[in-house]
Each structure stands twice: as C-alpha cells, then as structure tokens.
C-alpha cells in the first residue's frame, strides 16, 4: 500500500515550458485534491475532483488544468508555466470529502520556474 | 467563505512543557476540522481528525477540541519534546468540500 505517491519530487522549468505534474493513489479513494504551498500563504486549494470524471476549481486554479480518467489518478497540468508557479506542490485524497474522512497527502512536488 | 486563522505563527517552549496551539474559524458549519503536522521540507503527517459530532479526540501525547460554537480548536500537547518540533497545520471543511488550512504555527521545543 504506498498511499499518495507524487512524481517528479523536484522540477526546473523555463517561463512559457508546460509539464504535468503526477499523483496517484492506491486506497479507492473518491475524493482528491492539489494544493500550493507558499511561505507565508498556507496551503491553497488549486482543483478537486470528488470522483472519476469530476473536477472543479478551487480557490487558485488559473493557469492549471486537471482530469480525473480514473479514481487513481489525478494530473495537474501547468500550460505554460510563469515564475509565480515557483511553490511546492501537493497532492492529498480522502475516502470521500465531507464528514469524518481523513485526508492523506503525498510527499510533494517542488517546482521552480526561471 | 471559510477562513481559519492559526495564532501564534511560531512559538519555542521549554522540553516537558504542556503546550497548546490554537486554530479559529468563521464558518461553523464545518464537516470536520483535521490537524497536521509538518516537518521542514516534507509533506503532511495526519495527526488527529475531529468531526463536526465530536468535541475531541487524543492520541498518545496529543489532544484536539472542538467548539464549533465559538469557532475554535486547540491542539494539546502534553511533555513536549525535541521530536515534537514542526510545524502544525488545522484545516476545515465544510458542504463545498473544499478545505480550508491555516498558515501553521511553527512548534520549536528546546532541549
């Protein structure tokens, strides 16, 4: 059981390059979740997905889009990364959002856009 | 909109010192409230989740409350150590599931 696993742990990219970030995990959970973390900012929602083929936006998702194929997947994709896409990225899921579910999160992504 | 608030941002306590860290937040209409932990450079460790029926939960050295009355939950932690040095995070949810975290209060407990 590895639970949330994130990949790449570490990226550089280049203003304008566009990649995506992976996560996947391995406990049939429904609910899933990307996260920024900036100093001084907290963690910020960016998109959910609350089942395979469900997503919608968060409190940050410009510049990011995602997908939910399968309920173990859940991609991140930067179109067209800008410097201010420079944080530490994190994936989290949870049984289902809502009452008495324990959410889980991967080890995390740290991109920096030059 | 939710909003959660964690005072103080850092604090250094004393090893074998009691603690309590705090976490506030406007909308008391909340699922659960879940607090973390997060050592520098790492992802997040799950420590305690209290649900919206509950008032508190323990484990081990560790104690969470809430009172969703006053929008407010407190993480206890009893005979701080060395180890216990991180940084802990509260975050809410409520029927839009989206959650909410605080910016963490960094925990420093000197040996």
């Known amino acids: 059981n590895a639970g949330v696993t994130q990949t790449p742990k570490f990226q550089v990219l280049k203003t304008g390059q566009s990649m995506t970030l992976q996560c996947a995990q391995d406990?049939?959970?429904?609910?899933m979740s990307w996260y920024r973390q900036d100093p001084g900012m907290g963690l910020r929602l960016i998109h959910y997905?609350?089942?395979?083929?469900?997503?919608d936006q968060g409190e940050v998702p410009n510049g990011y889009n995602v997908s939910r194929s399968t309920t173990e997947d859940f991609p991140l994709r930067l179109l067209s990364a800008a410097p201010s896409q420079t944080s530490v990225y994190f994936c989290?899921?949870?049984?289902?959002?809502?009452?008495?579910?324990?959410?889980?999160f991967g080890p995390g992504t740290r991109l920096t856009v030059l | 909109k939710q909003e959660v608030t964690q005072i103080p941002a850092a604090l250094s306590v004393p090893e074998g010192e009691n603690l309590v860290l705090n976490c506030s937040f406007t909308?008391?209409?909340?699922?659960?409230l879940q607090w973390f932990r997060q050592d520098p450079g790492k992802g997040l460790t799950s420590l305690l989740l209290?649900?919206?029926?509950?008032r508190e939960q323990t484990s081990g050295r560790l104690n969470a409350s809430l009172d969703k009355s006053s929008g407010r939950s407190t993480l206890y932690i009893a005979a701080s150590q060395p180890g216990d040095s991180a940084t802990y995070l509260c975050?809410?949810?409520?029927?839009?599931?989206?959650?909410?975290f605080g910016t963490g209060t960094r925990l420093k407990v000197l040996a």
């Open positions: 975050a809410s949810t409520s029927g839009t599931y989206k959650y909410i």
């Open positions: 209290i649900q919206s029926s509950q």
């Open positions: 406990m049939n959970h429904e609910y």
């Open positions: 997905s609350v089942g395979a083929g469900i997503t």
């Open positions: 989290a899921s949870s049984y289902e959002a809502g009452v008495g579910n324990e959410q889980f």
């Open positions: 909308d008391s209409a909340i699922y659960n």
